[in-house]
């Protein structure tokens, strides 16, 4: 996700000013709550080595994970690598039910192809497309993206995570990406054994903080199991990012708010934010195609994922603000295709949107 606004160059604008950034450096230091609102691993989120007044990005949706990432390796630019590693859902297999969460569709994010090579081939691959398409890569933290990647025997887990990153050439990171109920003692074990070795993030999905939506798109677990999930995995010292969804039917006109108060109240570290987008073979087609489910507008999207970050800390940073689908699967209207020009949007808005909620 890229936040470049070359408008500002050789100017001074006040989202870029030190005395917003010292400002957010102050609010770090400031003593912790005592009544459990960050809990119990707050020390995983203090800033990085090397994070400066000068480094600091402002206190508005400029708080790009790339930033934190150059922060936190030294000026380096990482990318992220999507690998397949062969794991199900407990919400496809029958494990937790069937047929999947109601817009869940893999193959929106499965690697190009939807096969499943040996993972030394995908990440070789994945190397040299980054490589054509990004001027200057320095090093790449291994994604497990699609499915749930903690869902399986133990073994596999460990047989999987044993060898990395050493294993893959110029792997500087793994990031996991899983559900809540798939996060057992043992299997936090494992990944804090990983996060000693190399940086870390688990990648947990909240989607809705109201358990009547989580019922209605068929999650299959409720908040509290993510709230749950959060702590444990933060008092191991793992990094987290928190997923969410904004359109989902019956989430209430105050989402964006309740949610961002929410992730604020966790010691969560980023944020992927996704915007509610109809893919064929899922369970929200019939609806959708019947008229019965209307389709997410880009300006009130933009707008949603602006009220959100204004109840965000100055130390949680965003990964990922929209999402995109393949156009053979996609059903909704293609503006999602169209990301610089809703980041565009959303930095406008930003820019216009008044300060943000004290926490």
């Known amino acids: 996700m890229a936040w470049h606004d070359h408008r500002h160059r050789g100017r001074p604008s006040a989202i870029h000013s030190k ?3 010292a400002r957010m450096l102050a609010w770090l230091a400031r003593p912790r709550p005592k009544d ?5 691993a707050t020390a995983t989120l203090l800033p990085p080595p090397g994070l400066t007044t000068e480094s600091l990005p402002g206190p508005w949706g400029l708080r790009s994970y790339r930033q934190y990432l150059a922060t936190r390796f030294g000026a380096q630019h990482i990318r992220k690598l999507c690998l397949h590693a062969g794991f199900s859902c407990p919400n496809i297999d029958g494990s937790r039910g069937q047929g999947g969460c109601v817009f869940c569709n893999n193959a929106g994010f499965v690697p190009k192809g ?6 030394r ?3 070789d691959r994945g190397r040299s497309a980054l490589r054509r398409r990004h001027r200057r890569v320095d090093g790449f933290i291994a994604y497990f993206q699609a499915f749930s990647n903690t869902h399986g025997p133990l073994d596999r887990l460990r047989r999987l995570l044993a060898p990395l990153p050493q294993d893959l050439p110029e792997c500087v990171g793994v990031s996991i990406s899983t559900r809540p109920d798939c996060l057992d003692e043992a299997v936090l074990e494992v990944i804090a054994d990983l996060a000693q070795r190399c940086f870390v993030t688990l990648e947990l999905g909240l989607q809705s903080d109201r358990d009547r939506v989580l019922r209605l798109v068929r999650r299959g677990h409720a908040a509290a199991c ?3 999930a959060v702590q444990r995995a933060a008092a191991r010292d793992i990094e987290l990012c928190a997923h969410v969804m904004l359109g ?3 989430e209430g006109e105050d989402a964006p708010e309740r949610l961002g108060r929410h992730l604020a109240a966790l010691p ?3 944020i992927k934010i996704h915007n509610l987008h109809i893919m064929r073979h899922t369970a929200l087609e019939r609806p959708f195609l019947r008229g019965a489910l209307a389709d997410l507008d880009r300006h009130r999207y933009a707008a949603m994922v602006v009220r959100l970050i204004r109840h965000l800390r100055p130390d949680q940073y965003l990964q ?3 999402a995109d689908a393949p156009d053979d699967i996609l059903l909704s209207a293609p503006w999602c295709h169209d990301k610089q020009g809703f980041l565009a949007e959303l930095r406008d808005l930003l820019q216009a949107a008044p300060e943000p909620i004290e926490q």
């Open 268 to 270: 969560v570290r980023s």
């Open 36 to 40: 459990g609102r960050l809990m119990a």
């Open 226 to 228: 993510f709230d749950d």
């Open 19 to 21: 005395a917003n950034a």
């Open 248 to 250: 989902l039917p019956g």
């Open 121 to 123: 081939q995908q990440w």
């Open 320 to 322: 990922r603000v929209i």
């Open 114 to 119: 939807r096969e499943l090579p040996d993972l």
